[in-house]
């Protein structure tokens, strides 16, 4: 299959679209996606340096003669990080990790003159190999000199998707803080009720199961991320906000016994959903049945 040939290729090692490039510099390079990247750049033969938060009295030193900085420090520190890249070399190309783009670009505009591209990898480091994950990018400046690097993001296995850096923190808005957010809720009023998860598993049909997963492999992730995620833009609060207002519309209905205007609401929906209602229910039934074999493995 596609996902084998990636992970043998993952072993042996992936084509170098750039030889000559001097080395990568991975700025938070010790943290979970600067690791991975690490990696897949070492198994690519580049030349791959860690600039660690104990490293910068040797910055100067691990940057002099850098082809590429790629930045994945967490989203907080990411502008101040940034900013104190101001002594690149000319043509070297400064890129990011972070799951936020506008701010992160901009930073990365300012403080250097040379080729500069953000990326947004659409995945986590507990992924086993690069194919069919997407992989964001904005356009900085001087696109010429990297598209090497996006041709290499693809030989990894990554699907590429170009857009700007507004429209790509708008769709997060939804794609990211809405839904960490109401994963988050529903941990949390599952932890206040206490029921008894092993009891709720066996009850469980795979879609509820899955469902519980999805739910739950957030709290097995780093918490600062996704309060920084969740909490990195007043849009997404705004958003969170309109999604409260319509929870609590929809539970006037509840309290009035309106059915008649849930089943208007709800055909509103489908509406809404138009061929893709369909196409959902027949792609999810397609899932619950891998989903279902894998878990009677
Ligand atoms: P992480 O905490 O595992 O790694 C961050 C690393 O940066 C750590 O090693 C930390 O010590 C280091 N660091 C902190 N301050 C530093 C400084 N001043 N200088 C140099 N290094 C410093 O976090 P992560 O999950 O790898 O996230 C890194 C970036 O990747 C973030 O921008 C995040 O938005 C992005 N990202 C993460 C995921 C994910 O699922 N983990 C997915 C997509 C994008």
């Known amino acids: 299959t596609m996902r084998?040939?990636?992970?043998?290729?993952?072993?042996?090692?992936?084509?170098?679209?750039?030889?000559?490039?001097?080395?990568?510099?991975?700025?938070?390079?010790?943290?979970?996606?600067?690791?991975?990247?690490?990696?897949l750049f070492e198994l690519s033969g580049y030349e791959v340096r860690k600039l660690g938060s104990q490293d910068w009295d040797r910055a100067d030193e691990l940057l002099a003669d850098a082809g590429m900085v790629v930045v994945s420090v967490p989203i907080n520190l990411t502008e101040a990080v940034i900013a104190k890249l101001g002594n690149l070399p000319e043509d070297c190309i400064l890129a990011d990790l972070?799951?936020?783009?506008?701010?992160?670009?901009?930073?990365m505009?300012?403080?250097?003159?040379?080729?500069?591209?953000?990326?947004?990898?659409?995945?986590g480091p507990d992924i086993a190999s690069l194919a069919k994950q997407v992989i964001a990018y904005c356009d900085g400046r001087n696109p010429e000199s990297y598209q090497w690097l996006l041709?290499?993001?693809?030989?990894?296995?990554?699907?590429?998707?170009?857009?700007?850096?507004?429209?790509?923190?708008?769709?997060?808005?939804?794609?990211?803080?809405?839904?960490?957010?109401?994963?988050?809720?529903?941990g949390l009023h599952l932890a206040e009720e206490d029921p008894k998860l092993e009891q709720l598993l066996s009850l469980s049909s795979p879609i509820y199961r899955l469902e519980l997963?999805?739910?739950?492999?957030?709290?097995?992730?780093?918490?600062?991320?996704?309060?920084?995620?969740?909490?990195?833009?007043?849009?997404?609060l705004a958003m969170i906000k309109r999604f409260h207002q319509r929870f609590g519309e929809a539970i006037e209905m509840l309290d009035s016994q309106d059915k008649q205007t849930f089943?208007?609401?709800?055909?509103?929906?489908?509406?809404?959903?138009?061929?893709?209602?369909?196409?959902f229910l027949i792609e999810s039934q397609g899932l619950?049945?891998?989903?279902n074999d894998s878990t009677h493995r």
């Open 4 to 39: 084998e040939s990636y992970a043998s290729e993952n072993d042996s090692g992936f084509k170098c679209l750039k030889p000559d490039l001097r080395p990568v510099v991975v700025v938070g390079g010790y943290g979970q996606l600067g690791g991975l990247f690490c990696r």
């Open 98 to 107: 972070t799951s936020v783009k506008s701010g992160p670009l901009q930073a």
């Open 151 to 186: 041709e290499q993001l693809q030989i990894w296995g990554a699907s590429l998707n170009r857009i700007s850096a507004i429209e790509h923190d708008q769709g997060m808005t939804l794609i990211q803080a809405l839904r960490h957010f109401t994963s988050f809720v529903y």
């Open 109 to 123: 505009l300012e403080v250097h003159n040379g080729p500069v591209v953000g990326l947004h990898p659409m995945f």
């Open 213 to 236: 997963a999805m739910v739950g492999r957030l709290f097995a992730q780093d918490a600062q991320l996704y309060a920084d995620i969740i909490m990195s833009s007043p849009q997404n």
């Open 288 to 291: 619950l049945r891998q989903a």
């Open 263 to 279: 089943k208007q609401a709800f055909g509103q929906v489908e509406h809404w959903f138009g061929d893709y209602a369909q196409h």
